[in-house]
């Protein structure tokens, strides 16, 4: 369960079942006060962190100890109606180390993308989704 409580204007605190709390807020456009993430950002937010939690999983497996950093951007293009949902959501990761095994890591982000990433899944019902990685030494 998460609870959404009002803070003001248009700002909201959200407090997850595990008791972390995010706030979030609307732009200056609409009363924001820049108090926080936008709504659609945090959905971009779980994306990252879900892919991103698969893909250092199963790379900590099969070469441990050989990723030094894994970084996602995640870039995406909205419709310019009303609601203003994803169009389009690209997922770049940056997998850092010496010596890393490329198949592995495009293994590890189609697997993520394509298989256990619940967020990416759920999304690709009504986004174009893409996924591409870059190997950068440590």
Not at 70 to 79: F, G, L, M, W
Not at 96 to 102: I, K
């Given at each position: 369960m998460v609870k959404v409580c009002w803070k003001g204007g248009v700002a909201f605190e959200a407090e997850t079942s595990t008791g972390h709390k995010v706030m979030m807020d609307g732009s200056p456009e609409i009363g924001g006060q820049n108090l926080g993430a936008r709504p659609m950002e945090m959905v971009l937010v779980g994306l990252g962190g879900c892919t991103s939690i698969d893909v250092i999983t199963m790379l900590e497996k099969m070469m441990p100890g050989q990723v030094k950093d894994?970084?996602?951007?995640?870039?995406?293009?909205?419709?310019d109606a009303v609601p203003a949902v994803f169009t389009q959501i690209h997922v770049h990761f940056k997998i850092?180390?010496?010596?890393?095994?490329?198949k592995k890591v495009a293994r590890a982000v189609n697997l993520s993308a394509e298989k256990y990433c619940s967020v990416s899944k759920m999304l690709e019902k009504?986004?174009?989704?893409s996924h591409d990685y870059e190997i950068i030494p440590a």
């Open positions: 894994c970084q996602v951007e995640i870039t995406a293009e909205r419709a850092f180390g010496d010596d890393l095994n490329e009504s986004v174009e989704m």
